[in-house]
């Protein structure tokens, strides 16, 4: 199968794939005029023309419009701007530590909001840090080029170009060399059960959308279609090969439907990056990931469910039927323990709460103690390690002022049932939304020595662990060390 996109091949010539069987001719356009694409199998058009890195370009369709490349590596002006030729293999990018389930401690982060400025290289500075911490491996929230400049990135269109305002490619090539060079692994988050907003932009090409299945946030992604399979597997095959990232993060793995096909599309990307740490986000109580796709590990968000109710008293939606401590022992007890990641904050169960606030201070250093004593993987959100105070919001910046509005009143709605909230939901276009959710770095110096003192000593016990549950309190046992945990008076100690 041909690489999909601009690939560079020496000579001052570059090789052009793209998968249109919906176009009769393509052309790509470049500053020096437009040469046409030979048809072939399948619905692929490709030629070999006199081109560059850094050059622009855009594929016209049977002599109409002009569309940027579905496998863009760059958008510099953005969605509706043209694509760019980048050489992803002149990247200079040190090899980075193997990760290993058994010591991994996860720490996410997303690029907008991590610094003032909003940037790959402004995030640099502050790697070595997070791995005199205790954390080996920092994941990025998506970083896929989306509508507008702000945004959680869930919404990437783009997906094998980094976002121009995080510094694009090689921003994202500087990171990822920085963090390695600080014995840091990198983990990408990835979108493949649908794309953003502009998504008539691929469907221009062919068929990426089925009629047949439907996702939360808009039309499921067809991979009967052999490009369209192609077009997500090649962009995991990008990160890896390209950029070097050591693993991924796929996101709502429930949306991705495919089971009609002789070999899943998660199966399959499996196989071709065997090398690489894949962590899958799938509903509560579903190990398909693990036990038919082969994927290293996955999220389960059931411990954060049951010790935030414990904490909080909430029990709005899919918080109902957690609560106990009973609960949140078995979580603790949970096998394959390596293979499953907690965690008590994510971008998620702080985000998409109305005000996207954060736990409470008095719940900060209980809540660190479980989590960090657990047999499971960690999973730190950025600023958790030092009790920032600053909320993470639901934020967009979207282009289209229809779904701008429609953003808006679906926010509002998603709230207006829930008895533990009045007020007003923050306007996610505004950019004081986006303002407020970056880091203040105002450090609680408590909660910094426990989350260093607590990774320290979860490198020193073994897996193993004991419950016991005596009313509301719970006592967990590895090793020679004990954490007893009183959910009703808030306090924990550990004997070591």
């Not at 690489?3 to 001052?12: H, S, T």
């Not at 009973?326 to 169960?349: K, S």
Request: hydrophobic share 40%; with cysteine; charged share 25%.
């Amino acid at each position: 199968m041909p690489r999909l996109g601009a690939i560079p091949v020496g000579g001052g010539r570059v090789e052009f794939w793209v998968w249109a069987p919906h176009a009769s001719t393509v052309h790509v356009r470049l500053a020096g005029g437009d040469r046409q694409l030979e048809a072939g199998a399948a619905g692929f058009h490709a030629a070999t023309v006199e081109a560059g890195p850094g050059d622009d370009y855009r594929f016209v369709l049977d002599g109409g419009d002009a569309w940027p490349d579905p496998c863009s590596r760059a958008q510099p002006g953005g969605v509706r701007g043209p694509s760019r030729v980048i050489d992803g293999h002149a990247f200079d990018i040190a090899s980075g530590p193997r990760l290993s389930l058994d010591d991994l401690v996860v720490y996410e982060l997303h690029v907008g909001t991590f610094t003032n400025e909003g940037t790959f290289d402004a995030a640099i500075p502050h790697l070595p840090a997070l791995r005199e911490l205790g954390v080996t491996a920092v994941e990025l929230m998506p970083v896929a080029t989306f509508p507008g400049n702000r945004g959680w990135g869930y919404d990437g269109l783009y997906l094998s170009a980094p976002h121009p305002a995080y510094g694009g490619p090689d921003g994202l090539a500087r990171f990822v060399d920085a963090a390695h060079r600080a014995q840091l692994g990198v983990i990408l988050d990835v979108v493949y059960n649908h794309v953003g907003p502009g998504s008539e932009a691929l469907a221009a090409f062919g068929p990426y959308f089925s009629d047949r299945q439907e996702t939360p946030w808009g039309g499921a992604i067809d991979y009967s279609r052999p490009g369209v399979r192609e077009w997500a597997l090649q962009n995991a095959e990008l990160w890896v090969d390209e950029y070097r990232i050591d693993g991924l993060r796929l996101d709502a793995v429930f949306a991705i439907f495919d089971d009609e096909s002789p070999l899943h599309v998660l199966r399959e990307l499996r196989d071709r990056l065997p090398g690489a740490l894949l962590i899958a986000e799938q509903e509560t109580g579903n190990l398909r990931p693990l036990e038919d796709w082969g994927f290293d590990a996955q999220w389960a968000d059931e411990f954060h469910h049951e010790l935030h109710v414990l904490l909080t008293g909430e029990r709005d939606g899919y918080y109902a039927r957690y609560g106990t401590v009973e609960g949140l022992a078995r979580q603790l007890e949970r096998q394959p323990a390596r293979r499953l990641v907690f965690c008590t904050q994510n971008h998620d169960q702080v985000g998409n709460r109305a005000l996207g606030d954060r736990p409470a201070r008095d719940e900060l250093e209980l809540r660190a103690a479980l989590l960090l004593f657990a047999p499971q993987v960690p999973l730190l959100f950025m600023g958790e390690e030092y009790g920032e105070r600053s909320p993470f919001q639901f934020f967009t910046d979207h282009i289209d002022p229809f779904i701008a509005d429609a953003t808006r009143e679906g926010r509002r709605r998603e709230f207006a049932g829930f008895a533990g909230f009045e007020g007003e939901v923050p306007d996610p276009q505004a950019l004081a939304t986006f303002e407020r959710s970056k880091l203040s770095r105002r450090e609680d110096a408590a909660v910094r020595r426990l989350y260093e003192d607590l990774l320290r000593l979860r490198r020193e016990l073994p897996r193993e662990v004991e419950t016991r549950v005596d009313g509301r309190a719970l006592h967990v046992r590895r090793g020679r060390a004990e954490l007893t945990v009183d959910l009703a008076a808030r306090t924990w100690s550990l004997t070591r």
